[in-house]
């Protein structure tokens, strides 16, 4: 471990323990941060870039891994991309050329979404948040071209200048595949006025955040008659196969304003999918169009540079085939031994839950009893799963066509493998993440915790890491998901995944005043010229809160307990270094806090942390008792 100089704690916990890796560490070109995460990911990607190349050599043994390296190498021919020019999206775009009305679309409706095109209305399949143990028909708001509804607020002053950045960038793209410059003009000005009249109907992100506004269920009729523009009864039934008796809406006010929306607007809307239809598929022609269809995203985070060649095909590759790389990542390089050292770890977390709800203070005894009967059925996996959903045996490349129409022909198959799913049993063992992410979560649907190998290794956890260490780092991102049962959302679901309110009334005013007392702590703290949203961030810092402490009561549990050594890594597993752009744009989308104020804040919430590294009142770091926030 690094030496940390102890009188720098008492100042600032982050500052002093990533004080000198901050003044050194280099952003990488290509990407808007660097840090704790970002190494690891760095070094993964590494890794398994290597062993592919390795693979276009030699040949895996697993059928769906070479399928995934016949993507990855024709990913990587941008020889053959540049050869094949524009071809392969003109046939696309013909199809939304020839449109002329609504009546028009609809015929081709469903294909589009299959084949992930924009649609007015997105389609999904989850739990079914009232009845957890069978897949529903989720629908909701089409994306903004701007990050987050707040960039339109007249008073922000990021929204005009990224509007016109991506206004540039599309204009290039446009006029590359083939639109002159007054054509490619009308089609920007359109998708903005169509773009602009989505943007008073749909959330804001603090809204988003929230859960339990999420469930909407509506009849079939009902959802049907929000337009006479679009038959939706028709394209959920091209989608499913046959006609639900409701739809859960997401975003009930757009969906309401729907009819408004499409109304004597179909020149717009035509000229929004179609700058959409460029936008989603130039990345996947000439080296030329990928380097611009970056630009926006660029400028949203600070990243100077495209990845280059090898990284683009591996991340469209993984992203593509996630869990087969997930799986041959896990086994391969996290194992049968260090998955049962983990899921070990994760049982021992939750019983060290179980007993502090068992000994919870603000609590009543019948709410106590359910959520302990909530952790009794939560659902641990850890490393990689135990098998690979079906879906992966059916995705197959060819390599005589095209990237572009390989990938979007894969995306069919994974589409429809998803809307195959509806009224079906859920799948708890199912992944929705690769087991090669450095990240972890919970599903409040499922009410399941995973953690994939890639972060299952130091500095968040090592053999070669003292029991204190290991608990600041994984220990604490374990009893991090293990809080977000309990977070303002995670509360609201069961020990089976349905929206149920198992609280008491007196318990659930309670809650409510605590988690307030979270979101006044990091409401307005300045970061990166901007302040912290403490409601948009309240789940994440409520897990945070509640993860670090139960993490700390079982590190204490341990013979070689060291509370510095615990703390210190707390902080380590943080650091991160990032651009000003970045910093912000998370600020303005992310649902938690930036991470120096995770390291900081909740350290600041434990009382072990002043004496562990014996602070009071007069150091910068102190903070009075009756100011911590302890939830969990």
């Known amino acids: 471990m690094d030496a940390i100089n102890q009188t720098e704690i008492k100042n600032d916990l982050y500052e002093a323990v990533n004080g000198e890796w901050l003044k050194t560490a280099k952003i990488p070109e290509d990407k808007p ?25 030699t040949a895996p043994q697993d059928s769906r891994l070479q399928e995934a390296v016949k993507l990855y190498q024709l990913a990587k021919d941008f020889a053959r991309r540049d050869q094949e020019g524009m071809t392969p999206l003109q046939k696309r775009l013909e199809q939304f050329t020839k449109l002329s009305s609504y009546t028009d679309y609809q015929k081709h409706w469903a294909q589009f979404i299959l084949e992930g095109s924009a649609s007015p209305v997105s389609f999904d399949i989850d739990a079914d948040m009232k009845n957890a143990t069978v897949y529903a028909l989720f629908a909701a708001a089409p994306g903004l071209i701007l990050p987050e509804k707040n960039y339109y607020d007249k008073d922000n002053p990021q929204g005009p200048a990224l509007l016109k950045q991506w206004s540039i960038m599309t204009k290039k ?31 804001i992100a603090e809204e988003s955040a929230d859960y339990s506004k999420m469930y909407n269920p509506q009849s079939l009729a009902e959802f049907a008659a929000h337009t ?6 028709k394209v959920i039934s091209e989608l499913i196969g046959t006609q639900p008796e409701k739809v859960i809406v997401t975003e009930p006010k757009y969906m309401a304003a729907l009819d408004q929306i499409l109304k004597d607007h179909f020149a717009i809307f035509k000229s929004w999918l179609i700058v959409n239809e460029v936008l989603g598929q130039a990345g996947l022609l000439t080296d030329e169009l990928r380097t611009i269809s970056g630009e926006y995203s660029r400028a949203l985070s600070g990243s100077k540079k495209p990845v280059n060649h090898r990284k683009f095909a591996f991340y469209l590759t993984r992203g593509i085939f996630s869990q087969v790389v997930g799986d041959y990542y896990g086994r391969k390089y996290f194992g049968e031994t260090a998955k049962a050292d ?48 079906d879906l992966y045996n059916h995705l197959t490349v060819d390599p005589h066509e095209s990237l572009l129409e390989n990938v979007t022909q894969l995306g069919v198959v994974a589409n429809r493998e998803l ?3 509806w009224n079906q049993p859920v799948d708890r063992l199912r992944w929705e993440m690769s087991a090669a992410t450095v990240n972890a979560y919970y599903h409040p649907f499922k009410n399941i915790i995973v953690f994939p190998a890639a972060i299952l290794q130091a500095p968040f956890y090592s053999l070669k890491q003292t029991s204190s260490e290991n608990y600041g780092g994984i220990g604490a991102v374990i009893a991090h998901e293990i809080s977000h049962a309990f977070d303002n959302n995670g509360a609201l679901f069961d020990e089976y995944g349905n929206l149920n309110n198992w609280w008491t009334t007196e318990d659930t005013e309670h809650f409510q005043k605590l988690a307030q007392k979270m979101i006044n702590e990091f409401n307005g703290l300045p970061f990166a010229g901007q302040k912290v949203n403490g409601k948009l961030t309240v789940s994440e810092n409520i897990a945070d809160g509640g993860g670090l402490s139960c993490a700390l009561a079982a590190a204490q549990e341990e013979t070689d307990y060291s509370g510095q050594e615990f703390f210190i890594n707390w902080a380590r597993i ?31 919430n434990q009382d072990e942390f002043f004496k562990v590294f014996d602070i009071h009142e007069d150091d910068p770091m102190w903070k009075p008792a009756e100011e911590r926030v302890n939830i969990w």
């Open 574 to 604: 943080w650091r991160m270094k990032a651009t000003t752009q970045y910093m912000q744009l998370l600020l303005s989308i992310d649902v938690h806090a930036p991470n120096k104020l995770r390291a900081n804040v909740q350290a600041q």
């Open 342 to 389: 983990v899921a070990h770890m994760v049982k021992q977390m939750v019983d060290v839950y179980k007993h502090r709800l068992a000994h919870n203070e603000w609590l009543g005894e019948t709410t106590k009893q359910k959520a302990i009967t909530k952790l009794n059925h939560l659902g641990i996996q850890v490393g990689y799963p135990d098998q690979i959903p």
């Open 228 to 233: 006479n523009q679009l038959d939706l009864a």
């Open 33 to 57: 941060a660097t840090g704790g995460f970002n190494d690891l990911v760095d070094a993964i990607d590494r890794q398994l870039m290597d062993d592919f190349d390795q693979f276009t050599q």
């Open 419 to 421: 809307f195959s799913r």
């Open 173 to 203: 793209l446009l006029q590359k595949v083939g639109y002159d410059e007054e054509q490619a003009d009308n089609l920007i000005d359109e998708t903005i006025q169509f773009d602009s009249l989505l943007v008073p109907n749909v959330k």
